[in-house]
T-cell receptor
Framework: SQKIEQNSEALNIQEGKTATLTCNYT??????LQWYRQDPGRGPVFLLL?????KEKRKERLKVTFDTTLKQSLFHITASQPADSATYLC?????????FGRGTSLIVHP | DVKVTQSSRYLVKRTGEKVFLECVQD?????MFWYRQDPGLGLRLIYF???????EKGDIPEGYSVSREKKERFSLILESASTNQTSMYLC??????????????FGPGTRLTVL
């Protein structure tokens, strides 16, 4: 079965810098990868989806890349703000079954 | 505004009780999901449903059952609650389709404590 791995250590950065979060998958190349944001005590909120044949996807200050050779997706937040502090989840779905990583906590310091 | 609602934000039950968690979505989505989320373990899929009266096991179905009698409602049942089922339970829905092609909309979660 598919496994999604995200760095369990929190990422601490200064406001204004670019945050880069990593998502690695271990088995077959998924057709889609999704990124979600989760605030404490709340359900995840969808941010971006990238398809296998897309190298890069952007939405405002967010950028996602998908490298099937490295079996990896990178999630970037440019000009980060303290309000970007949250846990970010990477997920995919093979057949019907979705699989998520454990999430990486991002802390943006003013 | 699209919405997934869950019947309770916080719930406290005793060991051995039967527990019902309800989830309702107003987006006419075909797919519905139940997850539990624990520190260090992330989101784990318990059950999902891709149509009314259809259900499929996820990664950790033991100790749970589900019911989907109407398209908008998906219920999670703990037949006999145990302390190791203390967790945050999240419901989600999405349009039909496989392979993660559609975003999931999550509810606010139910924090269940079993004493």
């Amino acid at each position: 079965s598919q496994k999604i791995e995200q760095n369990s250590e929190a990422l601490n950065i200064q406001e204004g810098k670019t945050a880069t979060l990593t998502c690695n998958y271990t088995n077959y190349s998924p057709a889609y990868l999704q990124w979600y944001r989760q605030d404490p005590g709340r359900g995840p909120v969808f941010l971006l989806l990238i398809r296998e044949n897309e190298k890069e996807k952007r939405k405002e200050r967010l950028k996602v890349t998908f490298d099937t050779t490295l079996k990896q997706s990178l999630f970037h937040i440019t000009a980060s703000q303290p309000a970007d502090s949250a846990t970010y989840l990477c997920g995919t779905g093979g057949s019907y079954i979705p699989t998520f990583g454990r999430g990486t906590s991002l802390i943006v310091h003013p | 505004d699209v919405k997934v609602t869950q019947s309770s934000r916080y719930l406290v039950k005793r060991t051995g009780e039967k527990v019902f968690l309800e989830c309702v979505q107003d987006m006419d989505h075909e797919n519905m999901f139940w997850y539990r989320q624990d520190p260090g373990l992330g989101l784990r899929l318990i059950y999902f449903s891709y149509d009314v009266k259809m259900k499929e096991k996820g990664d950790i179905p033991e100790g749970y059952s589900v019911s989907r009698e109407k398209k908008e409602r998906f219920s999670l049942i703990l037949e006999s609650a145990s302390t190791n089922q203390t967790s945050m339970y999240l419901c989600a829905s999405s349009l039909s389709g496989t392979g993660g092609r559609n975003e999931q909309f999550f509810g606010p979660g139910t924090r269940l404590t079993v004493l």
